[in-house]
C-alpha cells in the first residue's frame, strides 16, 4: 500500500455531479493493450527456471541458454495502452458504454520520443555522488520508542546499513549493523538495528528495501539478469524476503550487500545505462515508487498539518492520486516540450509526477502555507530521489500565494499547454473569476477541472460575446475508484479545450 492511499477517506460517499448537458466523450483501450518501452515491462518469473548462481555476471553461453519468457521480450509499440498500478483491478466501475467519436485532444501519441530519460549526473562522479536527503534511517528509528521497534536483535558495535540504487550515487542509510569484536564468529555475533513500525501505515524500512529492489530489477536490468533475480527458488528476490520474513537480520544483509555488488557492476559495465538510453517512457509503477518514497520520507510525517484548513473556503485539502493523474497527462496528450501548471497544487505531488512522468516544465501555485512549506520538502527529496534512480526530469517551479495574483503565474496563463485545477471545493465566486482569465489562454491549451467552467446550457448570443464560456470547448470524462483522495467513488471531470472559432463563426454569420 502507498502512502498515497493511506490518505483515502474509505468508505466516503460520492459527491454527485450536478446534471448537465456537455457532450460526454470516454476513450475505450483495450485492458490487454501491452506498452512498446522495456521499463514498461514488470517481469513475472513464474516459469523461469535459472540454476545460474545469484548475481547479475553471466558468460555468454549462460545468457543464451537462460530460459526468458514471451512476455518479457521486447516487442513492437502497442497504440494504446492502458495505464496500470497496484489498484487497478481490470473491471471498471462505469457500465458498459458505447464506442464514441474520439476528439483530436486524446492522440496517445505523445511529443515526447525525444526525451532523454536518463541523467548524465547521476551516472558520473559528479560532486563524489554525495548530496543532501532524507535517509529512511532519519525517518524510522529506535530513537522514536513510541513508534517502532527493532526487528532484529541488538548488540556489539554499529555500522551503517546501505542500499545502493541503479545509477552512481551515494547508498540510503537503512540502519545500524551492529556487530561484536568477535570477528571469527561473524555470523554467529551480528546483529541488527533495523525497525518496523508499530502502526501499520507508518513507514516500514524493511517493506521498502525489497520494494525498491524489486524495482530496480525489473526495471533497470536486461530481461535475461532480472530473470535470475527474480527466479522462484533461489533468486534474489526470494533469498530477501526468506530472511525478513523468518527475522533472520544476517542474512537479510549477505543480500542486501550481494545486491550491492551486482548493480554496482550492472551500471560500470553499462548495463543499467542501456536499459535507460533504448527507452522513452517511464512505467507507472516506477513512477509511484519514486512518489511514495518522497512522500513518505517528507509529508508523511507531518500530514497532520494538512487538516487545518477552514471548512466552507477555497483553502480545503485533497489529493489526484497518481493513476488518475497520469490519465490526465494521457488524455490531454501532454509531451515533454508543453507547459503544464497547476493551480491549486498542494504539496506539490502533481507537480512532480508530471516532471517525471513527462519530463515537461511544470509549475504549481498554492495558497496555503502548511501546504506550501511541505512542497518545497517533497521537491528537495524528489530531486534527490530521481537522483538515486538516474532519472532526468522536467523543470520544477513551485510558487507560494493566490494564483489569480502571483504575477509568475499570470505569465505563465498565456504560454500553457495543459491547466490542472483540482476546483472541486473552490467557490463560485473563484470559479468564475479564474474564468475570466481563460480568455488569454492560447489556443488549444486544455484546462482540465473536476467542476466544468461552462454552466450547463450555455449557448453563445449577442448579449454574452464577451463572455469566456464562448471560447471552451468542453468534454466530459469519467474517472474510476482509487483516483481521488476524498473517496473512492468513480465520478467525473471535465477537459475544456480553448477553441475561439465557434465565437468567430457567430460574430461572421450569427449562427455558431
Given at each position: 500500500m502507498s502512502f498515497f492511499s493511506l490518505i483515502q477517506k474509505k468508505g466516503s460517499k460520492p459527491i454527485p455531479p450536478a446534471p448537465n448537458s456537455i457532450r460526454k466523450e470516454i476513450v475505450h483501450s483495450s485492458s490487454n493493450a501491452k506498452k512498446t518501452s522495456f521499463l514498461n515491462t514488470a517481469y513475472s518469473t513464474s516459469s523461469i527456471s535459472v540454476r545460474k548462481p545469484v548475481g547479475l555476471k553471466t558468460n555468454k553461453a549462460d545468457r543464451s541458454n537462460a530460459t526468458v519468457p514471451e512476455h518479457i521480450r521486447r516487442r513492437k509499440r502497442s497504440q494504446q495502452a492502458r495505464l496500470v498500478s497496484?489498484?487497478?483491478?481490470?473491471?471498471?466501475?462505469?457500465?458498459?458504454?458505447?464506442?464514441?467519436?474520439?476528439?483530436?485532444?486524446?492522440?496517445?501519441?505523445?511529443?515526447?520520443?525525444?526525451r532523454q530519460l536518463r541523467s548524465l549526473?547521476?551516472?558520473?562522479?559528479?560532486?563524489?555522488?554525495?548530496?543532501?536527503?532524507?535517509?529512511?534511517?532519519?525517518?524510522?528509528?529506535?530513537?522514536?520508542?513510541?513508534?517502532?521497534?527493532?526487528?532484529?536483535?541488538?548488540?556489539?558495535?554499529?555500522?551503517a546499513i546501505q542500499l545502493q540504487y541503479p545509477s552512481a550515487s551515494q547508498q540510503e542509510t537503512y540502519g545500524i549493523y551492529l556487530q561484536s569484536a568477535m570477528k571469527r564468529a561473524f555470523l554467529m555475533v551480528c546483529s541488527f538495528n533495523l525497525v518496523e513500525p508499530l502502526q501499520k501505515d507508518d513507514f516500514k524500512p524493511l517493506e521498502d528495501i525489497t520494494e525498491t529492489i524489486e524495482t530496480a530489477v525489473n526495471y533497470y536490468l536486461p530481461p535475461v539478469d532480472a530473470a535470475v533475480f527474480s527466479d522462484d527458488s533461489h533468486g534474489l528476490l526470494r533469498r530477501l524476503k526468506r530472511a525478513r520474513d523468518k527475522r533472520d537480520g544476517a542474512a537479510f544483509v549477505l543480500v542486501i550487500q550481494e545486491w550491492n555488488d551486482a548493480i554496482t557492476e550492472a551500471r560500470k559495465d553499462g548495463r543499467v545505462a542501456r536499459v535507460l538510453d533504448e527507452s522513452t517512457e517511464l512505467d507507472l509503477k516506477l513512477i509511484e515508487r519514486i512518489l511514495t518514497q518522497t512522500y513518505a520520507r517528507t509529508v508523511s510525517p507531518r500530514v497532520s498539518t494538512l487538516r487545518q484548513y477552514e471548512n466552507g473556503t477555497d483553502n480545503v485539502y485533497g489529493e489526484l492520486l497518481p493513476k488518475f493523474v497520469s490519465e490526465i497527462f494521457r488524455v490531454t496528450n501532454l509531451g515533454s516540450t508543453h507547459i503544464f501548471l497547476d493551480l491549486g497544487s498542494g504539496v506539490g505531488n502533481v507537480i512532480l509526477q508530471a516532471a517525471l512522468e513527462v519530463g515537461c516544465e511544470s509549475w504549481g501555485c498554492e495558497i496555503m502555507e502548511n501546504a506550501c512549506a511541505l512542497a518545497g520538502l517533497q521537491e528537495h527529496e524528489f530531486k534527490a530521489r530521481c537522483r538515486l534512480w538516474g532519472l532526468a526530469v522536467g523543470d520544477i517551479n513551485l510558487e507560494r500565494g493566490d494564483f489569480l495574483e502571483n504575477q509568475n503565474i499570470i505569465k505563465m496563463l498565456p504560454k500553457a499547454d495543459v491547466i490542472l485545477v483540482n476546483n472541486q471545493a473552490f467557490t463560485p465566486e473563484l470559479n468564475d473569476r479564474l474564468t475570466s482569465h481563460f480568455l488569454d489562454l492560447k489556443e488549444g491549451c486544455?484546462?482540465?477541472?473536476?467542476?466544468?467552467?461552462?454552466?450547463?446550457?450555455?449557448?453563445?448570443?449577442?448579449?454574452n460575446l464577451n463572455s469566456a464560456y464562448n471560447v471552451l470547448e468542453v468534454a466530459q470524462k469519467r474517472y474510476?475508484?482509487?483516483?481521488?483522495?476524498?473517496?473512492?467513488?468513480?465520478?467525473?471531470?471535465?477537459?475544456s479545450r480553448k477553441d475561439s472559432s465557434r465565437l468567430k463563426a457567430f460574430s461572421r454569420n450569427g449562427v455558431v
Open positions: 497496484d489498484s487497478d483491478t481490470g473491471d471498471s466501475d462505469a457500465s458498459p458504454q458505447p464506442p464514441i467519436k474520439k476528439s483530436r485532444a486524446t492522440n496517445d501519441k505523445r511529443k515526447s520520443m525525444k549526473t547521476a551516472f558520473s562522479d559528479e560532486d563524489l555522488g554525495q548530496f543532501p536527503m532524507v535517509h529512511a534511517s532519519d525517518v524510522a528509528a529506535l530513537d522514536k520508542p513510541t513508534k517502532y521497534r527493532p526487528v532484529f536483535s541488538q548488540q556489539g558495535e554499529q555500522e486544455q484546462v482540465v477541472s473536476l467542476k466544468s467552467f461552462v454552466p450547463t446550457g450555455h449557448r453563445i448570443t449577442s448579449r474510476y475508484s482509487a483516483c481521488v483522495s476524498w473517496t473512492d467513488a468513480p465520478g467525473s471531470y471535465y477537459v
